[in-house]
């Protein structure tokens, strides 16, 4: 089975501008969780899909949001970049309520 | 709320050292625990991982025995090698929904 996808891999943005992650989970999943991962700040939950609905949001601003389409592929939109959102951005897959989830390898973002 | 405590870094010890790395966590309920491993330039692996009170989760050398009267889940390892060089988290699954609550992660360095 192919892993969770995570597309680009790699970004750098300016200040102002905004961005759009991609991320398409293990065939079969159809809850998909983004986090974001900074050096100071560990993994922090950003939300959570399924079927198409978000079921979970984290403490983040209303800049970050995010979809997921019927094929349960997501989405995740940070509008009006800032320079703190430079981070690692990882998208993780599981079945419902699964006791585990399977990251992709992450998108770096550099805001500058 | 839930959240997980796990000890700063960074840890660096020698080949065949043995490995401790502290956990804590506060929850409603009783939560499912989790290690996670990170290497570098990858996205996060589940190492192990316990459902219920006393379980022992273990994998590749490594484990960690969910303890309820302390609200701990350290992982330890015998004799860790130079390849166990990585980042670890710790994180812990709520007993509803599907969102994990994760720690700042621990790095280890292992020299030879």
């Known amino acids: 089975k192919a892993g969770v996808t995570q597309t680009p891999r790699y970004l750098i943005k300016t200040r102002g501008q905004q961005v759009t992650l991609s991320c398409s989970p293990i065939s079969g999943h159809r809850s998909v969780s983004w986090y974001q991962q900074t050096p100071g700040q560990g993994l922090q939950f950003l939300f959570e899909?399924?079927?198409?609905?978000?079921?979970n949001k984290g403490n983040f601003p209303g800049r970050f949001s995010g979809r997921q389409f019927s094929n349960s592929r997501s989405e995740m939109n940070v509008s009006t970049l800032e320079l703190g959102d430079s981070a690692l951005y990882l998208c993780a897959s599981s079945l419902e309520d699964s006791y585990e989830q399977y990251f992709g390898p992450g998108t770096r973002l550099t805001v500058t | 709320g839930n959240s997980v405590t796990q000890m700063e870094g960074p840890v660096t010890l020698s080949e065949e050292a043995f490995l401790t790395i502290n956990c804590t966590y506060t929850?409603?309920?009783?939560?499912?625990l989790f290690w996670y491993v990170q290497y570098p330039g990858e996205g996060l692996q589940l190492l192990l991982k316990a459902t219920k009170a006393d379980d022992k989760g273990s994998n590749k050398g490594f484990e960690a025995t969910y303890r309820k009267e302390t609200t701990s889940f350290h992982l330890e390892k015998g004799s860790v090698q130079v390849s166990d060089s990585a980042v670890y988290f710790c994180?812990?699954?709520?007993?509803?929904?599907?969102?994990?609550?994760f720690g700042t992660g621990t790095s280890l360095t292992v020299i030879p």
């Open positions: 994180a812990l699954k709520a007993n509803t929904g599907n969102q994990f609550y």
């Open positions: 899909y399924f079927s198409e609905t978000q079921r």
């Open positions: 929850a409603t309920g009783y939560p499912s």
